[in-house]
């Protein structure tokens, strides 16, 4: 059973850094590509950053430059370092993993990120 775990949400002020975590089990991370979506309240799920089984990365637009995406093989685990944190960064992210057309097909239960002005 494919099993997605995020973690590190918080409550933040506008400015500071989260860095969170999506440790899986029933699934080996390193040959995966895998995603960390985000969804505002009132907004549809957006892709935030993907990160392929061989580190390539991408990154939507309006993160570029403030997010990273990584991975720790070992661990089985990516993370999402997120800094300058604005307040419409504000919303649940989620991981997930992908299949071969870029598609999600395993979610993790999400991790809610809120920025203050």
């Known amino acids: 059973q494919v099993q997605l775990v995020e973690s590190g949400g918080g409550d933040v002020q506008a400015g500071g850094s989260l860095r969170l975590s999506c440790a899986a089990s029933?699934?080996?991370?390193?040959?995966?590509?895998v995603g960390w979506y985000r969804q505002a309240p009132g907004k549809q799920r957006e892709l935030v950053a993907r990160?392929?089984?061989?580190?390539?990365?991408f990154y939507a637009d309006s993160v570029k430059g403030r997010f990273t995406i990584s991975r720790d093989n070992a661990k089985n685990s990516v993370y999402l370092q997120m800094d300058s944190l604005k307040p419409e960064d504000t919303a649940v992210y989620y991981c997930?993993?992908?299949?071969?057309?870029?598609?999600?097909?395993?979610w993790g239960q999400g991790t809610q990120v809120t920025v203050s002005s």
């Open positions: 029933g699934i080996i991370l390193s040959i995966n590509t």
């Open positions: 997930a993993t992908q299949n071969s057309y870029y598609r999600p097909n395993y």
């Open positions: 990160i392929l089984s061989g580190s390539g990365t």
